[in-house]
């Protein structure tokens, strides 16, 4: 599966972004997916995921409640709306995808997946 992450930009803080990620070559909906980010300087770090036989979403702590992901099936196109933007925020954010199906205590872990998209870079002004 080729992925495609888009979106990113630059806003104020306490703004909003919705980043999208395309999928080709094969469908949302197996397995598991993934958003990652890396702020300059610092690892990867796990924002959100989704397993897909759950339909259920978890999230970093310092994203809770500010980010949702989501999923438009026709578009086969996966989305992470983030609002109340804070300039930590600021990082190039990933797409992952794998057909496997994790354990959800996996999730957060980028090993966990097979395919990655280019990132996309967010950055937030104070």
């Given amino acids: 599966v080729q992925?495609?992450?888009?979106?990113?930009?630059l806003v104020q803080a306490g703004g909003s972004l919705r980043l999208s990620c395309a999928a080709s070559g094969g469908t949302?909906?197996?397995?598991?997916?993934?958003?990652?980010r890396q702020a300059p300087g610092k690892e990867r770090e796990f924002?959100?995921?989704r397993r897909w036989s759950f339909s259920t979403n978890i999230y970093?702590?310092?994203?809770?409640?500010?980010?949702?992901?989501?999923?438009?099936?026709?578009?086969?196109t996966v989305y992470l709306q983030m609002s109340s933007l804070k300039?930590?925020?600021?990082?190039?954010y990933?797409?992952?995808?794998?057909?496997?199906?994790?354990?959800t205590s996996m999730l957060p872990s980028p090993g966990t997946?097979?395919?990655w998209g280019r990132?996309?870079?967010?950055?937030?002004?104070?």
Wanted: glycine residues 14%; neutral net charge.
């Fill in 47 to 49: 924002v959100a995921a």
């Fill in 87 to 92: 300039p930590e925020d600021t990082a190039v």
């Fill in 60 to 76: 970093a702590d310092s994203v809770r409640g500010r980010f949702t992901l989501s999923r438009d099936n026709g578009k086969n």
């Fill in 28 to 36: 949302f909906g197996s397995g598991a997916m993934g958003w990652f």
């Fill in 3 to 9: 992925l495609q992450a888009c979106g990113g930009g």
């Fill in 113 to 115: 997946y097979t395919d």
């Fill in 119 to 126: 990132g996309t870079l967010v950055t937030v002004s104070s």
């Fill in 94 to 103: 990933y797409c992952a995808n794998t057909v496997r199906n994790p354990i």
